[in-house]
């Protein structure tokens, strides 16, 4: 497990020595190039702080000592109002997080309609509980609230990409794919899961170009639409329907 | 007389890459815009407060009368700022709207923005969902190069952008004035109210902040007029909405559907309960909304019938357990997800919550004490309304509801754990083999 004995929550981020060492100069110089494109987004630079802590992740896998001085650096702040901030956040991390993030759905619909189980069995096999990681640093695992999927349940997240409709069978599956370096699909994302990392610099604003994969819609989003289309039902005609131009005054529609 | 069903923002959904300009612009896409930008920006306004649309979000405020609320332009930035942070327990209608269809609330955002005088638009959306995020950043860099935002908004010397945040996991940043603390970089705690986002919101400036689906409903609205929209749903409870439904129905998922339409309707159209089973209690709006049971099926979904029968629209995110499910157990686990969401800033709501835990894990687990459940009644009263925002009433609402109908499983919960009255197996979705812990030798 790689360095959970300093996970609990005391509300302070713990920051381990090495966590502080200076970043190398190629890195610094591109982490300032891209601080100052998210923060050229904002009218008050203190509103970049969340998307920056996002790009800290994206280098170091986790919110470090020497992130927390970048951002202060940056944005005119404390590394303790930095600090305040992170620790507020359950997506920021604070110590070294997995190469993938398992989150199992345990709010009450999905934990019932068998998330809990999901869970349970996927910690066993695994070896860890919630925000734990596996040995070799791949996965961190983690109960995960309401993903607002509740129609797919039992749901599984997966650095943040929509696993739907799972079982028990269907996560230890996922999981050991994972582990074994397998390239594995979200059922609502992009063609392949991307890594922490990446994912925490697309969080950070920086498209990585995969927004055309994947489906639009899965079939519990369509089903009303398919039975509307079934029964010929549809919304009623507006002013855009009679005739071309918008005539003024004399609409029969009133 | 309306359909049943009225396909709107859902309308095309299954559509090849229904997310593109490309295909937005098949279906009407962006049309409503030039209509908008050829009003004054009052008349825009006035449209929407005709429509009588009441705020997609939750609480149900006309969203016209918000708008014509805000302090009165002064010069200074205005902001409209787009609530996305969809993290109510059982409410999934933003994120797949935004997942199919993004243009709809650019588009929406855009109008919307030009009618109240904003100039830099946010959407701020949950950070857990990067496929949602990727889909709206990709909208935005095609509305950009299409000429639909900019400096110069479809020619018409309009200056509309949009920057799209990804927030960072917290449910309560979707309280709106905790939300702007969040997008100001602070840690997401609400704000003493007044003064109001209309007044004082983003950087202190008059802000709006509004639903995804309130937005996405601006465009239909402008180019189909405010009658057609009024055509649809109840007098006071005016248009369409998306219904999501999850649970032990045969097939959740979206309807998109004038408001008034009952839960008994819906539930037929997701073909029934799941084979074998019947219903036993429901959430009209999420987790915060109290729930209803089978006595509630024929009540309209709409603000007014539902408050009258004693919940709340919400957001009409239905969730449905059947008989095997113990409603202990479900309001033990949202009882934990409020306290862990709760942003610790009050007394009542932060101490409180982590009493009800307490008390309702011990319920759950048999080991309840007799006046345990005066004790929660006792709790929730001193929670609701005494809270510094509606985090915390809303902690009381899934206890006093669940104690009203259903008393008599919070005292089997002084001896009886709910797992062993309702075995957690006979509630899952899919076959669980029951294997025998190995270490466990039967005799
Ligand atoms: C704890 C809490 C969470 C909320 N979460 C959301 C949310 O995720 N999305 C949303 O639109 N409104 C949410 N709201 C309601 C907002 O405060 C606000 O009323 C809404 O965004 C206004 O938009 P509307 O007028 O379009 O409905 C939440 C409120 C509370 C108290
Ligand atoms: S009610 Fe709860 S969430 Fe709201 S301010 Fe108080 S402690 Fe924070
Ligand atoms: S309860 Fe799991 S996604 Fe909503």
């Known amino acids: 497990m790689s360095g959970n004995d300093t996970s609990h929550a005391s509300g302070h981020l713990h920051l381990r020595p090495e966590s502080k060492e200076p970043y190398a100069p190629d890195v610094l110089e591109q982490l300032r190039t891209d601080a100052a494109e998210v923060i050229a987004r904002y009218p008050q630079k203190r509103s970049a702080l969340l998307p920056l802590l996002h790009l800290v992740q994206s280098v170091d896998g986790y919110v470090t000592g020497r992130g927390v001085s970048l951002c202060a650096e940056l944005l005119d702040l404390t590394e303790a109002e930095v600090s305040g901030v992170a620790t507020f956040y359950t997506q920021f991390k604070r110590h070294p997080n997995g190469e993938y993030t398992v989150g199992v759905c345990t709010n009450t619909l999905c934990a019932i309609m068998g998330g809990d189980q999901i869970f349970d069995t996927v910690a066993e096999h695994l070896g860890i509980g919630h925000d734990e990681t596996t040995a070799d640093g791949k996965i961190t695992l983690e109960r995960v609230e309401c993903n607002a999927a509740c129609d797919y349940a039992p749901v599984v997240m997966t650095n943040w990409e929509f696993f739907d409709n799972q079982t028990p069978e269907s996560t230890v599956q996922l999981v050991d794919d994972l582990r074994a370096g397998k390239e594995v699909r979200p059922t609502r994302g992009p063609d392949r899961v991307c890594t922490f990392k990446q994912v925490s610099r697309v969080l950070a604003g920086f498209h990585d170009g995969l927004a055309d994969q994947g489906p639009g819609a899965g079939p519990a989003s369509l089903l009303g639409l398919r039975i509307a289309k079934d029964n010929g039902w549809t919304a009623p005609a507006g002013e855009s329907d009679s005739t071309a131009a918008p005539t003024d005054g004399t609409e029969g529609s009133k | ?443």
């Open chain 2, 1 to 443: 007389m309306t359909d049943t069903l009225t396909p709107i923002l859902t309308k095309f959904w299954d559509a090849p890459q229904s997310w593109t300009l490309a295909t937005y612009e098949q279906h009407d896409g962006y049309r409503a815009l030039r209509k908008a930008l050829d009003m004054a920006p009052a008349d825009v306004l006035g449209a929407v407060k005709d429509s009588s649309i009441r705020g997609r979000g939750g609480a149900g405020f006309p969203t016209g009368m918000k708008w014509s609320f805000m302090s009165p332009p002064d010069g200074g930035p205005r902001y409209l700022v787009v609530n996305a942070d969809e993290s109510e327990p059982g409410t999934c209608k933003d994120i797949p709207l935004m997942m199919a269809n993004p243009h709809a609330l650019i588009e929406g955002v855009i109008i919307s923005s030009y009618a109240i005088g904003c100039e830099h638009a946010f959407i701020y959306l949950r950070g857990e969902v990067v496929h949602v995020y990727r889909r709206l950043l990709r909208a935005v860099e095609e509305a950009r190069a299409a000429g639909y935002l900019g400096d110069n908004v479809g020619g018409k010397g309009v200056k509309v952008n949009i920057t799209v945040h990804a927030g960072a996991g917290a449910y309560i940043c979707g309280e709106e004035t905790a939300l702007l603390d969040s997008l100001e970089g602070r840690r997401g705690q609400p704000r003493l109210k007044p003064p109001f986002p209309g007044a004082a919101g983003l950087y202190a400036r008059p802000t709006s902040v509004n639903n995804v689906e309130s937005i996405a409903s601006v465009p239909g609205i402008i180019l189909e007029g405010p009658d057609w929209f009024k055509g649809m749903g109840t007098e006071k409870s005016t248009g369409f909405g998306i219904f999501s439904l999850s649970g032990h129905v045969a097939n959740p998922g979206q309807f998109e559907a004038p408001l008034g339409i009952t839960m008994r309707e819906l539930i037929e159209l997701a073909g029934g309960m799941r084979q074998g089973h019947k219903l036993k209690f429901w959430t009209p709006g999420g987790s915060s909304t109290p729930i209803f049971t089978e006595e509630h099926l024929d009540v309209p979904l709409d603000f007014d019938s539902v408050a009258a029968a004693g919940s709340m629209l919400g957001t009409r995110a239905l969730q449905v357990f059947d008989e095997t499910v113990s409603v202990v157990r479900a309001v033990s686990r949202w009882t934990d997800f409020y306290a862990h969401e709760s942003c610790g800033k009050c007394t009542p709501c932060r101490e409180g919550t982590w009493w009800l835990r307490q008390i309702m894990n011990r319920i759950e687990n048999g080991q309840g004490t007799q006046d345990d459940i005066d004790k929660l009644v006792d709790i929730c009263d001193n929670i609701l309304g005494r809270s510094f925002c509606a985090l915390g009433d809303a902690a009381t609402s899934p206890i006093t509801s669940a104690v009203k109908y259903f008393r008599e499983e919070f005292e089997a919960g002084m001896h009886t754990p709910a797992h062993v009255l309702f075995p957690p197996e006979k509630s899952v979705l899919f076959d669980v083999q029951t294997k025998e812990t190995s270490g466990m030798v039967t005799a």
